[in-house]
């Protein structure tokens, strides 16, 4: 009985886990990759040295128990680069990769009307642009089908006719 409850637990957060996936699209197309140990990210975002350093998300680490963000991180090691795309915490090398485009095309799916990344495209394409194209200019914003949310960002604002 033990087993079949079990089986059912997992199998519901599987499709839990997959039915949240929101970015349909995410074509980033890379510039430049720096890495930079965990250890750097922590002391700089803590201000102390982290002897115990766990991964938390994607773009997030725990540092002896005060969950970071690395963006700021990357903000800071690459200020001088204007192509700065996004922060990402890699689990396997435990490293922090600073990811820097010439483009991110965005595709989200929105879910009803109190999706935050869907009520206001301008505000939307913001809050992409913060975690997935940070230093990059938005070129394109739309609402397809009022149900799909597309943003692209490039290095430079040009008027681009887009098939998102």
Not at 74 to 91: H, Q
Not at 117 to 135: S, T
Request: aromatic residues 10%; contains cysteine; charged residues 30%.
């Amino acid at each position: 009985m033990k087993r079949i409850n079990w089986a059912c637990l997992m199998t519901c957060l599987f499709f839990y886990q997959i039915s949240q996936a929101k970015v349909i699209k995410d074509d980033h197309f890379t510039k430049d990759e720096r890495f930079y140990s965990w250890e750097k990210a922590c002391l700089f975002l803590t201000k102390r040295e982290s002897p115990l350093i766990e991964y938390h998300s994607v773009n997030k680490l725990d540092c002896m128990g005060k969950v970071v963000d690395v963006g700021p991180f990357c903000d800071e090691r690459e200020a001088a680069n204007p192509y700065l795309s996004r922060a990402i915490v890699d689990k396997k090398k435990k490293q922090i990769i600073c990811k820097s485009a010439s483009r991110v095309i965005l595709k989200w799916q929105c879910e009803g009307k109190n999706d935050k990344y869907c009520q206001d495209i301008d505000i939307g394409c913001f809050l992409l642009k913060e975690m997935l194209a940070r230093r990059l200019k938005l070129v394109h914003k739309s609402l397809t089908d009022g149900k799909y949310l597309n943003c692209y960002f490039d290095t430079q604002k040009n008027n681009l006719e887009l098939n998102l």
